[in-house]
C-alpha cells in the first residue's frame, strides 16, 4: 500500500510541475530535461512555490 500512494504523490508532483512550466512559458518533456538553462529550471521551481504558498494562505 505505501508503494500505491509513493506513486500517486509522484504523479501528482509531474502534473504540478508540467503545469507550473507552461505557466511560466518553459516547455517541459517527459523524463529527461537536463538541457533546460538554471534561470528556465528556476522560474518553474519559483512557480512551484510560489502556488503552495498562495495555497497555503487560502487555508
Known amino acids: 500500500m505505501k508503494g500505491e500512494f509513493t506513486q500517486k ?3 501528482a508532483l509531474e502534473r504540478f510541475k508540467m503545469e507550473s ?3 511560466v512559458g518553459v ?3 517527459k ?3 537536463g538541457d533546460l538553462t ?3 529550471a ?3 521551481g519559483g512557480q512551484m512555490v ?3 504558498i ?3 494562505k487560502m487555508q
Open 38 to 40: 538554471s534561470r528556465q
Open 31 to 33: 523524463g529527461y530535461n
Open 21 to 23: 512550466a507552461n505557466e
Open 27 to 29: 516547455t517541459l518533456n
Open 50 to 52: 510560489k502556488k503552495m
Open 42 to 44: 528556476g522560474s518553474i
Open 9 to 11: 504523490g509522484k504523479e
Open 54 to 56: 498562495d495555497a497555503y
